[in-house]
């Protein structure tokens, strides 16, 4: 069978990718400094791990740790430093960041490789909207850092240097699909039933066996997400509970949480959360999750244990992951994420 694209290393095609590849050391070398500046430590968090999360649609790659005993116990690489950086603010650190490299299986495409770089930083005792500050100074670092004016991505344009929207996922589910989502949260749960609803008056199709999640991630990607970051970066805050995942419910409300996620040129570039540190709240989520894991895609991973004894000594922090190849991306112009990968992982 012919491979799907050319190797990397031809002399032609490397010289292509080449000048994107200099962007992504000089975006690297001018977000250290700002980190530095801000008072931040990098940390190196170790690639291997007994759980490598338990989100519901995130799919590991497992491998085996043998001691000298012969005993092999199951490890996975992880999809996100997370886990492993939480447990040091336990330990004391207050502002760290990680270059991390990632793994994630089941995808690939313009936006999607298997092994990534994500950029994650926390900072303890500090809320959410620090980390939206942050997202606007780190936009304008990789810009000069690059050379660029503008961000761009298939035809779509940012000022990396403007300040970014504010947007509610509630206002922008009203703007930009007609939909009250959260007449659909209840008791922080999803109503299903609501949501299909809006989700057919809005022109979605949806199939008999989508969950609540399944349905508002519809809705978001064909209606809200086309609408976000244009122009200038869109900041989509204040995530219904069902779509909480580890960040904490915002105060006063039983129907959204502490989430935002950045988008410039269309393209989704960061997750933050403030953390929640409630052990008996975050284990009954990871159950929830696990289990729809196994109803869709048969699996399951276990729960870091350890993970869950460091956030009950946690302190209030806030923390955020952001794609550091997309970022390079959409700073040096490139289509696809491979063009800013130093040595791409081979198509089979």
């Not at 490890?75 to 004391?92: I, N, V």
């Not at 930083?121 to 936009?139: G, K, S, V």
């Not at 990789?142 to 947007?167: M, N």
């Not at 284990?283 to 399951?300: Q, V, Y």
Request: hydrophobic share 45%.
């Amino acid at each position: 069978m012919a491979r799907k694209s050319p190797s990397f290393w031809l002399p032609s095609r490397h010289a292509a990718r080449r000048p994107h590849l200099l962007a992504r050391g000089r975006i690297a070398t001018g977000l250290r400094a700002w980190f530095a500046g801000a008072g931040f430590l990098e940390v190196e968090t170790a690639t291997l791990q007994v759980s490598p999360g338990n989100e519901t649609h995130l799919h590991a790659f497992a491998t085996g740790l043998i001691g000298p005993d012969t005993v092999r116990h199951e490890l996975y690489l992880r999809t996100s430093p997370e886990f492993a950086c939480k447990k040091l603010l336990a330990a004391g650190e207050t502002r760290i960041f990680d270059f991390a490299r990632v793994f994630r299986n089941r995808e690939r495409g313009a936006l999607h490789h298997p092994e990534f770089t994500m950029l994650e930083w926390y900072r303890a005792n500090a809320p959410y909207e620090t980390l939206m500050d942050d997202c606007a100074a780190l936009l304008a670092e990789a810009a000069r850092a690059a050379g660029s004016t503008q961000f761009s991505y298939r035809g779509r344009t940012i000022d990396p240097f403007a300040e970014p929207e504010r947007l509610t996922v509630a206002d922008a589910f009203a703007r930009h699909a007609g939909v009250d989502l959260l007449a659909t949260v209840k008791g922080g749960q999803g109503e299903r039933a609501a949501l299909a609803q809006s989700a057919a008056q809005a022109g979605v199709a949806i199939a008999e066996n989508d969950s609540w999640g399944d349905i508002f991630s519809r809705i978001l990607a064909e209606r809200v997400e086309p609408h976000l970051g244009n122009g200038r970066a869109t900041i989509l805050y204040e995530y219904p509970l069902p779509q909480a995942a580890l960040a904490r419910r915002k105060p006063g409300s039983d129907s959204v949480a502490e989430r935002f996620e950045l988008y410039a040129c269309g393209v989704e570039l960061a997750n933050a959360f403030g953390e929640l540190t409630n052990v008996v709240e975050q284990r009954t989520r990871f159950s929830a999750a696990m289990d729809e894991k196994e109803r869709i895609h048969g699996e399951r991973y276990p729960v870091d244990e350890d993970f869950l004894e460091a956030l009950a000594e946690m302190p209030q922090a806030s923390g955020i992951a952001l794609g550091f190849d997309r970022l390079v991306m959409l700073a040096s112009g490139a289509e696809r994420i491979d063009q800013v990968i130093w040595t791409p992982v081979v198509e089979p």
